[in-house]
């Protein structure tokens, strides 16, 4: 992954379910990991979203596995915005070892704005992209 750096971390509780018999995290859990992540940033990036009219959905989710991650490791998700559209915008996101900060898995995702009332795509408002933007400390709008 290029150099992004993540400012947004949360770290992460490993629960019994989510390890295998082979004792590390199931990979289906990870995308588990990345949604908690995301609704994170959200919830503190631009924390005047109406959830019951507005939702962010994902468009294109691709997940490379690096390293495993054991039942008793000590884990946190970081995510970043990377560009914005009109309509959409690009994640990526990782997991690291809060003890050794090695990087378990990395994900970049595209996701789309979309309107609960009218179940249809929806721009981006311009409080969303102005309030990403500042976090990022960049402006991310994609040119045309």
């Not at 991650?69 to 959409?88: H, L, P, Y």
């Not at 990087?103 to 009218?118: A, G």
């Not at 409080?127 to 709008?141: F, G, H, M, P, Q």
Request: net charge negative; aromatic share 10%; hydrophobic share 40%.
């Amino acid at each position: 992954m290029e150099e992004i750096s993540f400012k947004h971390t949360i770290p992460l509780q490993i629960r019994f379910n989510d390890v295998d018999k082979f004792g590390h995290i199931n990979n289906a859990v990870y995308f588990s990991f990345y949604d908690l992540g995301k609704t994170e940033y959200f919830a503190s990036v631009c924390p005047n979203v109406d959830w019951e009219r507005d939702a962010i959905v994902v468009a294109h989710i691709e997940v490379d596995f690096m390293q495993q991650i054991r039942g008793t490791d000590r884990i946190a998700v970081q995510t970043s915005v990377t560009s914005i559209g009109t309509k959409s915008f690009d994640l990526a996101q990782r997991v690291v070892d809060i003890n050794t900060n090695m990087v378990k898995c990395v994900c970049k995702s595209t996701m789309v704005t979309f309107d609960l009332i009218h179940h249809c795509s929806k721009p981006l408002t311009e409080e969303w992209v102005t309030a990403i933007c500042e976090y990022e400390s960049k402006d991310l709008r994609r040119k045309k």
